[in-house]
């Protein structure tokens, strides 16, 4: 049983920065989509970032593109989401998810939550303007 464990939210002024980190443990051999999503207040859940383990190829939502890196630490198993230029928007809790794929290297993981088997509980971001 895959068990993610998100941390490093806080809250932060418009144009700061967080890492948010998520650790993994219980996984079995193989390559996985691993991603982060958002839920904002009143909205729906939404992907942010995913990365592909067994390639490395990574998707980013168009609303954080130049400002948001997804990033592993495959011998710890810890996937990071760096952040800079924080805006206001981007408050929300934000969760870790992943789910094992057998797939070449060139593989994209899409933003599909559907498609994530294994979600953490959730680390709460929050920007003040």
């Known amino acids: 049983q895959v068990q993610l464990v998100e941390s490093g939210g806080d809250s932060v002024q418009a144009g700061g920065s967080l890492r948010l980190s998520c650790v993994a443990s219980g996984y079995t051999y193989g390559s996985y989509c691993m991603g982060w999503f958002r839920q904002a207040p009143g909205k729906e859940r939404e992907g942010v970032a995913t990365?592909?383990?067994?390639?490395?190829?990574?998707y980013y939502a168009d609303s954080v593109k130049g400002r948001f890196i997804i990033s592993q630490d495959s011998p710890n198993n810890i996937l990071y989401l760096q952040m800079i230029s924080l805006k206001p928007e981007d408050t929300a809790m934000y969760y870790c998810?992943?789910?094992?794929?057998?797939?070449?290297?060139?593989?994209?993981?899409?933003?599909?939550?559907?498609?994530?088997?294994?979600w953490g509980q959730g680390t709460q971001v929050t920007v003040s303007s």
């Open positions: 990365i592909y383990t067994g390639g490395g190829r990574t």
């Open positions: 998810a992943a789910q094992r794929v057998a797939a070449f290297p060139n593989y994209l993981c899409g933003p599909d939550q559907g498609a994530f088997g294994y």
